[in-house]
């Protein structure tokens, strides 16, 4: 089975070489990998798959960059990913151009691999920081991904691996309100076709489990209708 927490990258690039090249080096640096060819392509596997980090090049057949950042940003999986994009045009001009069009960091044409990775990363960090291996915190609950220990009050909680995934989904957002599709996708992953009720029952596991810990209050809020949230 994939591991939903391992990020996702979308490389939309139209040469093959570059595709190859990309998709090596950063399934090496511990990404999972999408491909697209053209920016039709690319904003159709942005709505499918969810991507953490899409790296779009500029040039692109059927549907020029520029625009399938307008699309993809528009879209909801969209605007919860990073849009990193990749260009020749190095001038300021074109860099506040594909900036002020939605993408998230620019980067100019020729690069090195490290960079590129380390943008990639970089990105992560602000929007998964769980997924860098950063300690999250929210009121009076600790979350270490890289030890998988998670306290609140200074008490240990023991929570299962779903249990301590979904945590943190909604621990790098506060007040974020995911719906329940959303949980799917970030905690089970899209190749998991489970029912979304699922969803509920692992969230009365979580907040029992943090409740009777230190009888403390419930920290997660149901939003009717549309799903869960963590504060807010």
Same mark, same amino acid.
């Given at each position: ?60 057949? @059927? ?64 929007? @998964? ?22 306290? @609140? ?80």
């Amino acid at each position: 089975m994939v591991d939903a927490d391992t990020p996702l990258v979308l490389i939309v690039d139209d040469e093959p070489a570059q595709l190859a090249l990309l998709s090596y080096n950063l399934k090496a640096a511990g990404f999972r990998i999408a491909t697209a060819k053209d920016g039709e392509e690319a904003v159709l596997a942005v709505a499918e798959q969810g991507p953490d980090v899409v790296l779009l090049d500029w040039m692109l057949p @059927r549907l020029s960059g520029l625009e399938a950042c307008r699309q993809i940003k528009a879209s909801v999986a969209g605007r919860a990913a990073a849009v990193i994009m990749v260009s020749a045009r190095s001038e300021e001009s074109d860099r506040v151009r594909g900036l002020d069009t939605g993408a998230d960091d620019y980067i100019v044409k020729p690069y090195s691999v490290a960079e590129l990775v380390a943008r990639v990363r970089a990105n992560l960090r602000r929007l @998964r920081p769980a997924a860098s291996g950063q300690v999250l915190e929210f009121g009076d609950i600790r979350l270490d991904p890289d030890s998988h220990r998670v306290t @609140r009050a200074g008490a240990a909680v023991h929570l299962g691996p779903t249990e301590f995934r979904l945590l943190g989904a909604l621990m790098e957002r506060p007040g974020k309100v995911w719906t329940r599709e959303a949980l799917l996708d970030r905690v089970w992953g899209r190749d998991i076709y489970i029912d979304t009720r699922t969803v509920d029952v692992h969230v009365g596991r979580l907040r029992k489990t943090l409740c009777t810990t230190t009888n403390g209050p419930d920290p997660i809020r149901t939003v009717r209708g549309a799903g869960y949230a963590i504060g807010g």
